[in-house]
């Protein structure tokens, strides 16, 4: 059999040992040499592995990083849009990746709709509530279940901390409210007794026989605390008050450890000192309402007891002296000698109060600006003021309406309502422009005068509103239209008469009863009918001759023709006014029927008689006046 021979022998080429072959150990050294080049490009093989593993995770952080799911990405990877994601040796890497980017994803969806869980449910938990987000990982490869679990039990160790330390809370606090509500029905003698009732043992959860305390010392205290500040909240008397301040001062005792615990009073901790802050601002704040409270039914009752003064006796009549007594004793009740003065000033009998209207307006507008503060000092303002007793209704409306608004904005509504606001200033400006050119100096007064009258006005129209009903409020279109036809009012009257107030210029709600009137008459006198019966009869009365046009300036006989004023007088007239006389039934026309005829219809009437008649419109007029009467 063939046997192996070793091969080197020592021999020797040429000089200086070259090409020197050495045997022996020497080829034991190459041999080594040969494996060390082994392991080395083991470890740059292994190099490399850990490279594209790193770079696998590189690629798959960059893809979850651009918003892409872990579904996404795993689709793309089977497409092959990346190669650097399949080889053999980054496989489980990437495999153990996504299911950590899986976990990421998973834990986001948990997190945003954590409001769905709902941890006072009895019914609910934590666990049971994350099961139904958690994939199916049945036949998942095991890098990717392992990449998945290191994640989210990472995430969900914290989720679970979070739960357990709100569980906690949430558990404290009913412990507190439960403490509270046996706290709340027990009087100061029997309050500490009660609390201290509260630390109670029971059985350990752990197992152990050591048993638990039902309240920590904290929550003992905190169960007091609350039970103050609950107190405060709600109170609506002083009596309230002085409980939480009588609970304040309670001496607390020794705990079990042996500690004073002393009163709240008597801690100088920042939430104590907030509590006895509380109080202090409550009990003022109880005590104004208190005040308020009580002024509001002294004023009500003075406002009923002069209801009942001015309200007619069964059978119409008015109070009368020992009725107006009776009543004003019930004003003894309330205290206030000064009240009883002023009732009495104004019910007097031989007092005699001559109205002026500026004056009443005047005073009633600074009711309805806020001049007085009580019902009581209105009316005193009345007898100051000289204003008559039956403005009293309306001087309660001003009070009444100025309180209304106080509580929204401190000023009156044609101060702070943008309809009322704007259209009074487009009618002081109409008005200022009329003056300006017919009444310069005039002007600056004639202007508060027209803005006084708009004020009451806009005051009056509130307060019918509400009446007429049920207390609403007009709507921005109401309160439009009702602009609209006191511009249109005030206006005219001052093209009509450009002075500081025009005669004419009377209230709306004069303006409605004079014309409710007018309209009355005109149906009462059937005018339409009366005024086509006119136009149709004068068609045939006959021209009046002028003067000057008679037979006897003709004649040419010196001193022989008519005296003008004697023709007129005598001969024209009498023939005008039997013309106009004529065209009319007997009694028809009258300074009533006048009266009723709208401008427009009067000028017309006017002028198809002047035409007919051929005479100028002043006769017809003057004509008009000498028959009815009429103005």
């Not at 279940?145 to 290191?150: E, L, N, R, W």
């Not at 019966?533 to 008679?550: K, M, R, Y």
């Amino acid at each position: 059999m063939a046997v192996y021979k070793r091969q080197g022998t020592n021999k020797y080429y040429g000089a200086a040992n070259a090409g020197y072959v050495r045997s022996g150990s020497a080829t034991d050294g190459l041999a080594q040499s040969l494996i060390d080049a082994g392991y080395k490009l083991g470890d740059a093989q292994n190099i490399k592995i850990d490279r594209e593993k790193d770079e696998a995770i590189g690629i798959i952080e960059g893809l979850y990083a651009s918003g892409k799911s872990e579904s996404d990405i795993s689709q793309e990877i089977l497409a092959g849009k990346h190669p650097k994601l399949i080889g053999k040796y980054n496989k489980a890497t990437t495999n153990w990746h996504l299911g950590k980017v899986k976990a990421s994803e998973v834990f986001t969806t948990i997190r945003n709709n954590i409001d769905e869980y709902d941890m006072q449910d009895k019914s609910q938990s934590l666990e049971l509530y994350m099961k139904k987000y958690l994939p199916t990982l049945e036949g998942a490869d095991a890098s990717y279940v392992m990449g998945f679990a290191s994640n989210f039990n990472g995430y969900k160790k914290q989720l679970v901390l979070e739960d357990a330390k709100l569980r906690a809370t949430i558990n404290s606090n009913e412990k507190i409210k439960e403490g509270r509500t046996i706290l709340a029905t027990k009087s100061i003698d029997e309050y500490m007794e009660a609390w201290k009732n509260l630390d109670k043992q029971v059985a350990n959860t752990d197992g152990t026989s050591t048993p638990n305390r039902l309240y920590t010392n904290q929550e003992l205290i905190t169960v007091i605390k609350e039970d103050v500040l609950g107190i405060l909240a709600s109170a609506t008397s002083l009596d309230d008050i002085e409980r939480a301040e009588s609970i304040m001062a309670l001496d607390m005792g020794i705990n079990k450890e042996g500690t004073n615990l002393g009163s709240l009073n008597s801690r100088k901790t920042k939430d104590i000192d907030k509590i006895k802050e509380l109080i202090i601002s409550k009990k003022k704040s109880l005590e104004t309402d208190t005040l308020v409270k009580e002024a509001r039914e002294k004023d009500e009752t003075v406002k009923n007891i002069y209801l009942e003064a001015f309200a007619p006796n069964e059978d119409g009549t008015p109070k009368s002296i020992t009725e107006l007594d009776n009543i004003k004793d019930k004003l003894k009740a309330l205290g206030d000698p000064a009240l009883i003065n002023t009732f009495t000033t104004f019910f007097n009998g031989q007092r005699d109060v001559i109205n002026n209207a500026n004056n009443t307006d005047d005073f009633l507008l600074s009711v309805a600006e806020g001049a007085y503060e009580t019902r009581a000092d209105v009316i005193q303002g009345m007898n100051d003021n000289g204003i008559p007793s039956a403005y009293l209704e309306k001087a309660m409306q001003r009070y009444d309406g100025f309180k209304e608004e106080e509580n929204i904005n401190d000023d009156p509504i044609y101060f702070t309502d943008q309809t009322y606001t704007s259209s009074s200033k487009s009618i002081l400006t109409a008005i200022e422009t009329r003056l300006i050119q017919s009444n310069p100096m005039e002007t600056p007064e004639a202007l508060i005068a027209a803005s006084n009258y708009i004020k009451t006005e806009i005051l009056d129209f509130e307060a019918d509103f509400k009446l007429a009903n049920d207390g609403k409020k007009p709507k921005p279109e109401d309160r439009r239209k009702f602009m609209t036809d006191l511009s249109s009012w005030v206006i005219k009257n001052y093209a009509d008469n450009a002075v500081i107030m025009p005669e004419e210029l009377v209230s709306m709600d004069d303006k409605k009863i004079n014309q409710d009137k007018v309209d009355a008459l005109r149906t009462e006198l059937d005018v339409t009918t009366v005024i086509k019966n006119a136009n149709e009869a004068l068609n045939n009365l006959d021209t009046i001759e002028a003067f000057g046009e008679q037979p006897e300036f003709k004649d040419f006989i010196p001193f022989n023709q008519p005296d003008r004023v004697e023709f007129y007088e005598n001969t024209y007239n009498p023939q005008i006014d039997k013309a106009i006389a004529s065209v009319f039934p007997e009694g028809v026309l009258t300074a009533e029927l006048i009266g009723a005829l709208t401008d427009q219809e009067l000028n017309s009437l006017v002028l198809n008689l002047a035409n007919q008649l051929n005479v100028d419109t002043s006769f017809i007029r003057k004509s008009m006046q000498r028959l009815t009467g009429a103005s």
